[in-house]
């Protein structure tokens, strides 16, 4: 079951109502009543469903945060300046022909591979879709021919090895699962991913390993030490 809210929100806006709700894996479902979300494109009108663009909330609701303490203009130009009057998160979604709503990821997380945008979420789900991956984190790198490469970094399942054939399994299966995906082309297998106490993946450090780049700020990481072991991985 997923499910699709913020610190910022309160609670969880996008997601099924046990019993009531069908299921389509893989989407957050609708919105919860009282609740009203759009799919906007970049001039910030609706999307007809089937389309995909920016997901938009254009009523307030109870639990909202109303202003970032001591920057009251911070809190307008980050959630409410890209499309005036409307709340935005930074997520690209998708929403299908019968309404259900699929996000595709932080918008900053799009990966621009060969003139092809790709989302980091489209190639993950794809890499945690098998059978031997337990958790999986994708970024861009920067590359001088193709703009990014799609560089991976997978914990695998209790009693699996990670090899060169194990690789070309999971180039496989990316394939197969997303056609629109050149697939990572560089592979990192790693015990854990780094994340925050709240368990949220932390691309951006990630990013900064891929990119050979000093790391930024870790005092919000659940365990600091596991990045500093994926850096020297990666250095090797």
């Known amino acids: 079951m997923d499910t699709w809210w913020q ?3 309160g609670h969880p806006l996008i997601s099924p109502l046990p019993g009531i709700t069908k299921l389509k894996p893989g989407s957050a479902t609708m919105p919860l009543p009282g609740i009203e979300a759009d799919v906007v494109d970049e001039s910030g009108k609706s999307v007809p469903k089937g389309g995909g663009g ?5 009523k307030p609701w109870p639990a909202m945060m109303r202003t970032i303490y001591g920057d009251p203009d911070r809190f307008v130009q980050t959630y409410w300046s890209r499309f005036p009057g409307k709340y935005f998160a930074g997520d690209g979604c998708k929403r299908d022909k019968d ?4 996000l595709l990821g932080r918008v900053d997380d799009v990966m621009n591979v060969a003139g092809h945008r790709i989302s980091t979420m489209e190639v993950e789900s794809a890499l945690v879709d098998h059978q031997k991956v337990a958790e999986a984190a994708v970024i861009g790198k920067a590359h001088e021919i193709k703009g990014q490469a799609i560089c991976a970094f997978v914990s695998l ?3 699996v090895d990670g090899s060169s054939a194990l690789i070309d399994e999971l180039k496989a299966h990316v394939a ?4 629109r ?3 990572p082309t560089r592979f990192f297998f790693a015990a854990e991913l780094p994340k925050t106490r709240s368990g949220k993946i932390m691309r951006r450090l990630l990013r900064d390993i891929a990119d050979g780049r000093a790391l930024g700020d870790t005092t919000t990481l659940a365990d600091p030490a596991v990045v500093a072991k994926l850096k020297e991985q990666y250095e090797e």
């Open 7 to 9: 610190t910022e929100t």
């Open 54 to 58: 920016y997901l938009v909330l254009t």
């Open 99 to 102: 309404g259900y709503y699929w």
């Open 157 to 159: 399942k209790s009693g």
């Open 176 to 179: 197969k699962k997303s056609a």
């Open 181 to 183: 995906s050149p697939g």
